[in-house]
């Protein structure tokens, strides 16, 4: 399975053209093969050059998603990137709700990008929360449309509320889960998106 191209370039999802530039430019610099002299340094750079061009063209066509996200599956946010959207998704992915909401609150309401909406969606998620983390990761997804994340965590969403009669928040505590506590509605178990979203 071909390597988050994001991950490649070591810049966050969300990152500007000149961040992504910058990161490659500075890759490439570093990995360039006529740097080594050594034949087996070499041949690993050429491959590691190969990996560095093939992620920064994916990222310039938009061809940035990890696998079809039709599947229904969701393995939650991923970790790395910069600043405090890395320190929300890891706080995400340790299961510290209220932590990462507090951040998330945080941030000044004209900085609310389509990352913010996103992760807001996690920790809803999180909590059980299904319609406010369909509505979040909604948004999300309208702000950046070509962002494989955000479509895939949307695409489960979505996916789930179709087969649920339920329509209203359900607050969870501990590892109970919300949804299917409540009156045996016909949900797929959110516990399992739960647990997906906090690996």
Not at 104 to 111: A, C, F, P, R, W
Not at 114 to 122: K, P, V
Not at 174 to 186: I, K, T, V
Request: glycine share 8%.
């Amino acid at each position: 399975m071909e390597r988050d191209p994001y991950e490649v370039l070591g810049v966050a999802r969300g990152a500007s053209d000149d961040e992504i530039k910058k990161a490659y430019r500075s890759l490439a610099k570093k990995y360039h093969p006529d740097n080594f002299t050594d034949a087996d340094q070499r041949a690993r750079a050429e491959e590691k050059m190969k990996e560095i061009n093939a992620a920064y063209e994916r990222i310039q066509k938009g061809d940035t998603g990890s696998g079809s996200s039709s599947s229904g599956s969701y393995s939650g946010p991923r970790q790395g990137g910069t600043g405090i959207y890395a320190t929300v998704r890891r706080l995400i992915n340790e299961r510290r709700a209220d932590e990462a909401e507090a951040m998330l609150n945080g941030i000044q309401t004209e900085e609310r990008g389509a990352e913010w909406h996103y992760l807001r969606a996690c920790v809803f998620v999180l909590r059980g929360w299904v319609y406010d983390a369909y509505n979040e990761a909604n948004t999300a997804v309208t702000m950046d449309p070509y962002n494989e994340e955000y479509r895939q965590l949307y695409d489960t969403l979505n996916m789930n509320i179709n087969r649920s009669t339920g329509t209203y928040r359900s607050a969870v505590s501990g590892d109970e889960c919300g949804l299917c506590s409540s009156c045996c509605q016909a949900y797929a178990c959110l516990s399992c998106l739960r647990c997906m979203c906090c690996r």
